[in-house]
């Protein structure tokens, strides 16, 4: 079902990808040859754009240049670059006709390279640039917009007499409608300041929930114990994955790829450095054991479906009022004891049928020093 839906656009995303790609490094360089010691660039670059597997997809369809890929998970042509030395070494030749992972496996089938081409993919690959991928920044057209408008404000006081000519209702619409609009992207932006809803970063190792948590039927709770006893949920440490991958050292999608990252980071003792994705104001106070041990909320309810993900992003905004909402739908068990003895008013209110249910609201669920400092 995936499949169905996403990897049309994921193509079409990266055939995009391949004329851009194709305008920005054969138009300064058309006509130039760059043979170095193992090959030729310009070739190398030709077969990585036009060579072509059994269902039609060149190299560059599957190791993608500016975007991560969440559904073949194949290694990226910089992750391919940061490897030319043993390419240099070995040749790439061994690589490329039997390549870790079924899914590459399966893409490579019936395809070989000869001596020269060989030479010449190691040249093309030394010459990319290994540095991870960064999104870029998308324009900012409110901030243009608010400065016009205030610059559009200025200009009517300045030329009043050249304004005298406009009729006098549209001049008494103009102001009203800068003010008006002035007014909304203020208002915007104080509401989603600091949110970050879908926010999806490109992690420095591929780690699929879906694999660990759906197909491995692993427990949210193995490699996240915090949510059961303390604040924060937390992050596994690298000893924790070697429980598993010290004996799985090879996965069906990239091979050792990925995995290989995860051993040398504990051969060397290197923390691997996450990206952290959910993120609360530092004067807000979150408790996990509150919520999931003694609450039960699901993860599902803050994280969304996170076991069927191969990227983790952000699903909810986390925002005051997405957190009161919640307070105010959510029903507190009081068959506990704590509450009896805290709240005995509201216990027998509910046991005299006055209630039939208390809210979080409802035992300071709202009060402001409760997730506050």
Known sequence: MIDKYVRPMVHFRRLNMMVLLMVLLRGPLAGQDFTGDYGNYRAGDRSFLEIVNAE????VECHYFNEPDSINWNPSAMDLAGRVAIYKAEGIGLYFSDPEGEVLKKAHTGISLSGEQQSDFIAYLDHLQTSPFIPSVPVRWKMFLFIGMFVFLILLRVEKKRLKKLPKIVRRILVPAAWGVIGVIIVQDALGFNLSKNYAPVQPIKFS?????????????????GVLKGKNAGIPAISLCMNCHQHQKEGTRTGRFEIRKVLRAAEDSVAIRWVRIHNLPDFTYFNHMQHVTIGEVECITCHGEVENMHIVRQV???????????????????????????????????????????????????????CHY
């Open 209 to 225: 929930h879906s694999i660990h948590a759906t197909d491995n039927q692993i427990d949210c709770n193995y490699c996240h114990p």
């Open 56 to 59: 039609g997809e060149s190299c």
């Open 316 to 370: 909810e905004d986390l925002s005051m009022g997405w957190c009161i909402k919640c307070h105010d739908e959510t029903k507190v068990d009081f068959s506990n004891d704590y509450y009896k003895t805290y709240y005995p008013a509201l216990n027998d209110s509910l046991l005299t049928g006055r209630i039939d249910s208390i809210m979080v609201s409802d035992i300071n669920g709202r009060e402001c020093s409760v």
